[in-house]
């Protein structure tokens, strides 16, 4: 049974679009890709003279690429001018509450300042009472004494001149009179000098206790400073906060637009490194939609299938005349005589592996049929020698 063959192929013109991308594809394949120009590579260790000579030619083609794709490079905006100012201030504001916590600490110790000296207790007290008291106290008191002891001399010599003046003067009732006067003067005299002292004394104790409560005035507005300060200061602290998370926020801005020009980069540096392979696949797209547009031809060829015992024929005669032209005598001889050496060892199994590919081609095309046998096959080699 003949076998038909047929073969679809595309318009010549196509063909030969075909055949020039595959050529391309075969020769990108060779090609090394490199992300810098020629400047940025050297030959690493190990590596021969063609690969890195390969590698210079790849670089020298993507400086070529990338200075010619310079005008499609991606560009990254600048930061705004607002963003700008924001991060100033936000920078500027950070750590401006440490002066209002110097200042409520400052007012703090003010208020110690203030209250400090104040003792605790009666003992503690008086010992501060004497700290106010009149330095020209005793001056007073013993000018206010002197007076009253001339006072009372006066009195006392009054009263003996009138006792002279009586004729009582000497007497007991004279003696007596002046003894009692003398008594009374006494006693006045020390409620005086006690008088002076008690009022003297009230007045250091009215000075020290105005003293203590000026103190706590003025310590309890030490205080209400420092508390305010202190206020301002968490205040500012949390204003600086703030700042904080805008700061954050800023430098996520800062940081998404460096984040964008190293994008922009790098997609630059893929374009350049990666162009030729995506022009290949634009015109293998190309190819293929014309491949695709356009009807194609088919070739009918046929071909009678060889009978085995046409194979078996045609393989005999070739053996024999092969071995004909190397050996003029006969592979085999008569009656089963056997050669001697090599080459009758090579002769026999160049016949059995013949033998063998003469049967699988029989069996293929007909699994039926049955081989001959390889005697018969052996003899069939030299008829077709003879």
């Not at 318009?11 to 090394?32: H, M, S």
């Not at 100033?88 to 916590?101: H, I, K």
């Not at 071995?323 to 199994?349: C, H, Q, T, W």
């Amino acid at each position: 049974m003949a076998v038909t063959e047929q073969v679809s192929r595309p318009a010549p013109f196509v063909e030969k679009l075909g055949t020039n991308l595959a050529e391309n594809v075969l020769a990108q394949q060779g090609v090394p890709i490199v992300t810098g120009g020629l400047g940025s590579i050297s030959q690493l260790g190990g590596e021969s003279a063609d690969a890195f000579a390969a590698r210079q030619k790849a670089a020298q083609a993507f400086d070529v690429r990338k200075q010619s794709l310079a005008g499609l490079a991606p560009t990254v905006a600048g930061q705004d001018a607002l963003q700008t100012q924001a991060q100033n201030l936000a920078t500027q504001g950070v750590g401006s509450f440490a002066p209002f916590l110097q200042q409520a600490q400052t007012a703090g110790t003010a208020a110690g300042t203030a209250l400090g000296g104040v003792g605790l207790g009666a003992t503690a007290f008086q010992q501060g009472v004497q700290d106010f008291m009149s330095p020209y106290q005793s001056q007073v008191i013993d000018a206010t004494l002197s007076e009253f002891d001339r006072n009372t001399q006066i009195q006392q010599q009054q009263i003996r001149d009138q006792q002279a003046a009586l004729g009582a003067l000497g007497s007991g009732r004279a003696g007596v009179q002046l003894a009692e006067f003398g008594t009374g003067a006494a006693r006045e005299r020390a409620l005086l000098q006690a008088g002076l002292l008690q009022q003297g004394f009230g007045q250091a104790a009215g000075a020290r206790q105005q003293d203590i409560a000026n103190r706590g005035a003025l310590a309890a507005q030490q205080q209400g400073l420092g508390a305010f300060q202190a206020g301002l200061g968490a205040q500012q602290q949390a204003a600086t906060g703030t700042d904080i998370t805008r700061l954050g926020q800023l430098g996520a801005i800062n940081q998404a637009q460096t984040q964008a020009g190293l994008d922009a980069q790098r997609e630059a540096i893929r374009q350049a490194a990666f162009q030729p392979q995506e022009q290949l696949d634009r015109y293998a797209a190309q190819v293929t939609g014309i491949m695709g547009g356009y009807p194609g031809q088919t070739v009918s060829t046929n071909v009678p299938n060889p009978t085995p015992l046409q194979t078996a024929l045609g393989v005999g005669t070739t053996l024999a005349g092969i071995y004909g032209a190397v050996n003029p005598r006969p592979l085999f001889a008569e009656g089963g005589e056997a050669k001697e050496g090599i080459m009758r060892v090579a002769e026999i199994d160049m016949l059995k592996e013949e033998y063998e590919k003469y049967k699988y081609d029989l069996l293929e095309q007909r699994p039926d049929a049955m081989p001959m046998s390889f005697e018969e096959f052996r003899r069939m080699v030299l008829s077709g020698q003879g």
